[in-house]
């Protein structure tokens, strides 16, 4: 079946612009995560939502970062005012329910903030 | 909060042979403990995981140790393939939907 996709894969902004980032999750699941990726680095994780509501935005790195979800499934990540360290990739993951510990993960979209 | 330490960053072994990645955690209170293999252009995919209840597991070429006492848990996959090549992350859980992952450790097969 279909996994979770992301878009766009890619996205080359000017430092300064808003972009926005796409997940579809796997139908079905409740939970979905954001994680960010820098070059060399682990997965920091951003944001989680149960449903439509996010219980933890603890780990959003300020306050240009923001995210939604609507009907418990898309989500969408926004980051108003690009800065050049917000450059990584952006993972998506789903899974199943909030006490279902196998996340899935999607490919990903590479930012570059130029 | 946790913070969770991987190593080696890269490694590379003979087709065939043994590989091991260890990760060490630092809040006692983590209790799972996954791994996942990235591989270019796809997502990550969970590949073996292990509780805090259990101090190893298997699933064929792959196995997970976890030393609760000494914070660390180890990948041990055994007989590498070329196709094993990718980068895997080790991760802690500490709260119910919190993970936190490890820098990553870039596997190598050569042929």
């Given at each position: 079946g279909a996994g979770v996709s992301q878009?766009?894969?890619?996205?080359?902004?000017?430092k300064g612009k808003d972009v926005e980032l796409r997940c579809d999750p796997i139908s079905g699941h409740t939970a979905l995560y954001w994680y960010r990726q820098s070059l060399g680095q682990g997965l920091e994780f951003l944001?989680?939502?149960q449903g439509n509501s996010a219980p933890d935005k603890s780990g959003l790195p300020s306050d240009r970062f923001s995210a939604e979800r609507t009907g418990g499934s898309v989500s969408t990540l926004t980051i108003q005012r690009t800065q050049q360290e917000d450059s990584a990739v952006y993972l998506c993951a789903s899974s199943l329910a909030g006490g279902s510990e196998t996340q899935y993960f999607g490919p990903g979209t590479r930012l570059l903030v130029l | 909060g946790e913070n969770v330490e991987q190593h080696p960053s890269t490694l590379s072994v003979q087709e065939g042979d043994s590989a091991v990645i260890k990760c060490t955690y630092s809040d006692s209170a983590s209790n799972y403990f996954p791994w996942y293999k990235q591989e270019l252009g796809k997502g990550s995919q969970l590949i073996i995981d292990i509780r805090s209840n259990v101090g190893e597991k298997k699933d064929q070429r792959i196995a997970v140790t976890l030393n609760k006492t000494a914070k660390h848990f180890s990948l041990h996959i055994t007989e590498t393939q070329p196709e094993d090549?990718?980068?895997?992350?080790?991760?802690?859980?500490?709260?119910?939907?919190?993970?936190?992952?490890?820098?990553?450790t870039k596997l190598n097969v050569k042929p």
């Open positions: 878009s766009p894969s890619n996205k080359v902004t000017e944001i989680y939502f | 090549s990718a980068v895997y992350f080790c991760a802690a859980r500490i709260n119910f939907n919190k993970f936190y992952f490890g820098s990553g």
